[in-house]
Structures are given as C-alpha cells and as structure tokens.
C-alpha cells in the first residue's frame, strides 16, 4: 500500500495507519489492479514493491537457510518473511509502529514462520544489534521518509557481515548530491547496482487513479486515512514530475578485507 502523506508526527501516521488498513478490502484491490501480474499476492506491502522487485532482491542478496536477515521499516512483514519462506533465511524487522510490528508477528504466526523470524520495535538508523550481524538487509520504499540518510548508510555498514548485501528501493533525482549511492560508498560499501525501475512510474500512477476513483468506498472503510490517500494520489504525481524523482533498486556489499568480521553469534531467531 501507498506509504503515508507525513502529517503531524511521522509515528502517530504510521501507528493509525496500521490500525485501519487490515480491515481495508478496497485498497488491496486497487493494487491488484494497477499491478496486475505484477502484485506480490500475500505479501501485501505498504509500498509499490513488486513481484520483479523481489526477485531481484533474492538475486542480489543470495539468501540460504545460514543467512539471517534484517528487514528495515519493515512495516508488517510482509516482504522480509516472504523472502524468509522462499530462501530458507532467518528474519528480523525493525519498525517505529507497534501497530505494524504486531501485524508482522501475527502475519508470522500465521505462515508458521514464528521460529525463523523476530519483529522489533525500533529507529533504524540506530538499532541495538551487535555489529557485523546480519548477512543480508533490506529497506524497502522508506528511506525517502527520513532525513538523516546518512544514519542508516552508516547504521546497515555496521550490521552487515563480510561480503555481506543490502538492497535499497527508493525515489531520489537522478544525481543528487546526497544520493544513496555516495552514501553507501561514503560507508565503505560496494555499490553492485544503481538503475531506475522499470515501468514504476506507469504502476504508481495508475494506483493514485484507482485511490481518486474509489474514495467513498475507501472512506467507508478507513475514515479519515481515506482522505489522506486521496490527497497523497492527488498531489504526488506533480510532485513527482516536478522534482524529476524516479523509483530506484540498489544494491551494495560489504568489501571483505584482513580485518573483515563474519557474522556475529547474536541469535536473530
């Protein structure tokens, strides 16, 4: 699902949210239908993340039953504990929302995932894991929401192991001064791939027409977030034009060296 016009307080909108959207058959059915094949059924994001997309996060993060995992902003699960089924992994997500993190430990529950999988309330660009952790991180769709960018670049180089991988999806201009490429290698990471995700803008534009179409049903079931979506769907795409942003999938590992660490024992389990 769309992420959140920042109104107010950034966890209070997320913690409303995540109360309201479960009951909300009208929103997945507008993803399903500007996604189309492309939807990631039962994965139900709180992003435009799609089916492509996770596919070439499996490909780039080559997870195993040995890798353990970090989902950043993991919102409900999704994403994190579909990876988790599919490879074998162990999985951690972190998000600011309650609400969220007790939506992914039921969604867990529920696929039978509870042993391979821990959700954790927290501020991703300062966890209290160990350093040298993780094997693998994923933040999806969330980093555009946060200033201090060069937090979590530096936080993710903390917590991946040697040769560890992370895959960032996000909108930032073309060269930016602060993109999230220069920041990860400001970090001291390899930046394996940097490229604009096909066909995006196509898939967002036609979920904010369906959102714009459907607003007595939406409000009949979210209330007051109805408006939210509907004045997000009006004002992004221009917004979106305007500052010449455009959706990107990037990867990156860390450099293994002689003073290179391997994963930590922390226990993600």
Not at 32 to 57: C, I, M, N, Q, W
Not at 207 to 224: D, N, S, W
Request: with cysteine; aromatic share 6%; charged share 30%.
């Amino acid at each position: 699902m769309s992420r959140a016009p920042m109104v107010g307080d950034t966890r209070l909108d997320f913690e409303l949210l995540h109360q309201t959207i479960d009951r909300s058959r009208v929103l997945r059915a507008i993803w399903r239908r500007a996604l189309g094949s492309e939807y990631p059924e039962g994965v139900d994001p709180l992003s435009f993340l799609t089916k492509a997309d996770l596919h070439a996060t499996k490909k780039a993060l080559s997870l195993g039953r040995e890798h353990r995992l970090l989902d950043l902003a993991c919102g409900a699960g999704g994403p994190g504990l579909h990876l988790a089924r599919t490879t074998g992994a162990h999985v951690v997500g972190v998000d600011l929302s309650a609400a969220a993190i007790m939506r992914a430990r039921q969604r867990a529950a529920r696929m039978g995932l509870t042993r391979r999988a821990r959700f954790l309330v927290g501020d991703i660009r300062a966890t209290d894991f160990p350093s040298h952790t993780f094997s693998a991180i994923v933040c999806f769709d969330a980093l555009q929401l946060i200033d201090a960018k060069r937090s979590v670049a530096a936080e993710v180089s903390r917590l991946l192991a040697s040769e560890g991988r992370v895959v960032f999806t996000t909108w930032e201009r073309p060269s930016g001064r602060n993109s999230l490429c220069r920041l990860l290698k400001g970090e001291g990471l390899e930046v394996r791939e940097n490229r604009e995700i096909r066909g995006w803008a196509a898939r967002q534009f036609a979920v904010y027409k369906e959102i714009m179409c459907r607003g007595p049903q939406l409000f009949r079931e979210l209330g007051a977030w109805a408006e939210a979506l509907r004045d997000e769907a009006r004002r992004e795409p221009a917004r979106l034009r305007r500052l010449g942003l455009r959706r990107v999938f990037v990867s990156a590992v860390a450099r293994a060296g002689p003073g290179a660490q391997k994963a930590s024992p922390f226990d993600a389990r």
